[in-house]
């Protein structure tokens, strides 16, 4: 008797680990209204923004939801892996919050309903900034993303150095000062005389990117082949002076020395958009070792050319079973004037509904910046950002555009030709559709 | 009579029971063959069939193109690259480790040093392989950052250098370094395996050599190398096929670059698969030359050290 009930036992045992491997995947969807419980709303992010919006906003003002919201937070570099081979499953989550140098290529999977048809969404799309619905477009133009934000850039500079170095006392008078390419040379040039070479102009010759990225004509794929706009042989050349005449320190982007010239006296300025002044310059102008902070000593002007960098779309999956209640919830997060205007004061993010923007840019003054009106000075700039750029395409040939070809050039360890050829090789390898002649 | 007629049936059931006991063991072994075919064999068979057909981006299903991937993979200077890469960082990184293993191992189990603390020692070497890869990536690639990392400052300072140099856009620097950080993360392991394996040699042996006059440098050699050779291969074998899947250094410190020169198979085989096109067949096909590469490495290493130790006896 015993045996027959050790071997009851162990079928069950074996039969319940069989069934979690089957069922394990399947927990959490919306499908999930098995066994009496809540259905369930599932929110993939990348970044932890999403956390407090539907926490500490979206439930507190709809505290009565019939389902439960799970959100689901992956760092960056591990989403896509992650979202990739079950987007298109039942498995899939319903909401997914997309980051822009990877959201045309959801945008244009086929993968994400089309938003148009709720309207909770279209009833107040009209002030969203144009570009914002541009980059959620797909080419069928179906809109399937949405985001809160829109990301003008600038260029962050010190103004006690422009004062002693170069003479120039107001924010105007710097923009004057590097208003196109050739100014901005010519400034940092000075720059260098008049400290000896102490202090760069720039950090990185990433700060030299991403303005000469939003200025392209194209994008990099158009009809299946690889197009090099103008503009990234201008800033090749650009990227190549700046580093052979010791004008910018030549940190790696994003690398430790370039957050460290954030708070030191040898960088004049950085290029950053509007998410780059709360989440990177402010964190970083305080030196870890001595305390001083370099806090009230920046000043922000639009630099040698307008340009947008990052920003967040959410989409709803085709495979949700939930799409009203996720509607909804987009709705809130990208649409919902109360919701954005509570959003941008107390985060001081930029959003991108114009109505709301509009509503509160005049009563600004940021202490970070000496007292300067950061908000209005980012909204001028956003009716000049360009969305017909971005592709689908972007976070892997930008990628190896810097790797390939804008470093090894700038750094002299190939002639131009060269780093192109070596550019064109890594696109095909990444891409073996695309055509790169 | 009727007590035997009785007892006769149960003699059977009872052998009947206890053939039934032994399908127990079938029950007990199930888990390993369970989590094996749906963890391991399956994917590597799937992997083979996509080796054969154009699965990439968003498709879910495929269409067979015979050995076209093999074709196009051979002729892809980044794959040939790749797989050259991979050889120069192993074989840079095995030969210091396993000399330096042995050293290590030599002077633990001396009985002339006869040293105190090996335990202590032994732990100190194998501690950079409890550390996980990514932050050893992080912590290398800050060490050597350009132009204000300490290894750069401290450079400067005492004079042996004038200007900074850039680490990571040096060919031969940035394989050293990787190299490095691999020698630096397995000798550890390589030496604890190295220690028990000549801690396992018949104590009567040395002794008997001893007793005829060897020095220990003698044994070491006479005795104890020949009678190492097993464990040796298993080193060997083992560390060829873990130097083959090279994956988390290279990538996380500089991404394959600079130059492409410390893209290595599994680097190829991931940004294949989830970066650009996320051409899974190409990934495949990758995938089942590296297992072809392994399996022939081998075969080979194991046939040349076999046949020496024949010979030897």
């Known amino acids: 008797m015993k045996r027959k009930w050790l071997l009851a036992l162990m079928a069950i045992a074996v039969a319940l680990v069989l069934a979690a491997c089957g069922g394990g995947g399947g927990d959490g969807d919306g499908d999930s209204a098995d066994g009496g419980g809540k259905d369930v709303l599932e929110v993939w992010s990348f970044t932890d923004e999403a956390e407090k919006m539907i926490t500490e906003y979206y439930l507190k003002d709809n505290p009565d939801l019939p389902y439960e919201i799970k959100i689901v937070q992956t760092p960056t570099d591990q989403f896509e892996q992650k979202l990739d081979p079950i987007l298109g499953s039942d498995n899939a989550p319903d909401v997914v919050f997309l980051e822009q140098m990877f959201v045309k290529k959801y945008v244009e999977s086929g993968m994400l309903e089309d938003l148009s048809q709720f309207d909770a969404i279209m009833s107040n799309i009209d002030p969203t900034v144009d570009y914002v619905v541009q980059v959620g477009t797909n080419s069928n133009g179906e809109f399937v993303a949405n985001a809160w934000q829109a990301t003008p850039g600038a260029f962050f500079y010190r103004d006690s150095m422009a004062k002693e170095y170069l003479g120039l006392e107001t924010p105007e008078e710097v923009q004057a000062a590097i208003s196109d390419w050739n100014k901005f040379y010519e400034t940092a040039v000075k720059l260098k005389e008049a400290t000896n070479g102490e202090v760069y102009m720039i950090s990185t010759i990433n700060d030299l990117f991403f303005p000469h990225y939003g200025t392209r004509s194209t994008g990099w794929v158009e009809d299946g082949k690889l197009m090099i706009d103008e503009s990234l042989y201008e800033l090749m050349d650009l990227a190549k002076t700046f580093v052979q005449e010791g004008l910018t320190l030549d940190a790696p982007g994003e690398s430790e020395a370039y957050f460290a010239g954030m708070s030191s006296d040898y960088i004049f300025g950085y290029t950053l958009p509007t998410w780059g002044l709360h989440y990177w310059l402010k964190p970083n102008a305080e030196n870890a070792d001595t305390g001083e902070t370099t806090a009230g000593d920046w000043r922000m002007v639009m630099g040698p050319a307008p340009y947008f960098r990052g920003g967040t779309w959410i989409g709803i999956t085709k495979t949700s079973d939930m799409k009203e209640e996720a509607a909804d919830l987009i709705a809130y997060l990208t649409v919902n004037e109360d919701f954005l205007t509570k959003w941008a004061q107390d985060t001081g993010d930029f959003v991108a509904n114009m109505n709301v923007v509009n509503a509160i840019k005049d009563n600004y003054s940021e202490e970070f910046l000496g007292g300067q009106n950061h908000y209005a000075a980012f909204a001028e700039q956003v009716p000049n950002i360009q969305a017909k750029v971005i592709t689908e395409y972007d976070q892997t040939i930008n990628g190896l555009f810097i790797d390939h070809a804008l470093t090894p050039y700038s750094k002299g360890e190939v002639d131009k030709d060269t780093a192109i050829e070596d550019f064109k090789a890594a696109v095909q390898n990444a891409y073996p559709d695309i055509s790169v002649d | ?85 991979t050889f120069i960082l192993w074989t840079v990184n095995f030969i210091p480790q396993i000399i330096l293993a042995f050293f290590l191992a030599y002077t633990f189990t001396s009985r002339r040093l006869n040293m105190r603390g090996t335990e202590f020692f032994k732990t100190v070497f194998y501690l950079p392989n409890i550390i996980t890869a990514a932050s050893i990536a992080v912590l290398y690639s800050a060490l050597f950052s350009y132009p204000q990392g300490p290894i750069n400052l401290f450079l400067q300072d005492i004079g042996l250098l004038e ?124 995938s089942v030359m590296l297992l072809i590469i392994s399996i022939i490495l081998s075969i080979l290493v194991y046939r040349v050290l076999r046949d020496r130790t024949e010979k030897g006896s």
Do not use: C
Request: cysteine-free.
């Open chain 2, 1 to 85: 009579m009727t007590t035997k007629a009785v007892a006769q049936p149960d003699k059977g059931r009872k052998k009947y029971k206890f053939t039934m006991y032994h399908r127990y063991a079938y029950l007990f072994i199930a888990p390993f063959f369970i989590a094996f075919i749906t963890f391991n064999l399956y994917p590597t068979l799937y992997t083979i069939l996509l080796s054969f057909t154009d699965l990439k981006g968003w498709a879910t299903e495929f269409n067979f193109v015979g050995l076209e991937n093999y074709k196009n993979i051979i002729q892809n200077p980044f794959f040939t690259k790749s797989v050259g890469n």
């Open chain 2, 163 to 286: 200007k900074p140099f850039d680490f990571f856009r040096s060919v031969p620097a940035t394989r050293l370094i990787v190299s490095y950080i691999q020698f630096w993360m397995w000798y550890g392991q390589t030496t604890i395996i190295i220690v028990a394996a000549i801690l396992s040699i018949d104590e009567s042996l040395i002794e008997a050599a001893r007793v005829d006059g060897a020095n220990d440098w003698k044994i070491f050699r006479h005795i104890t190398l020949p009678l190492m050779k097993p464990i040796t291969l298993y080193i060997l074998i083992t560390s060829m096929i873990g130097g083959l899947q090279m994956f988390d250094i290279p990538l996380l410190l500089t991404n394959g670059q600079p130059d492409n020169s410390v893209e290595t198979m599994m680097t190829f085989i991931y940004k294949q698969a989830f970066t650009g096109g996320r051409s899974m067949n190409v990934a495949a096909t990758a």
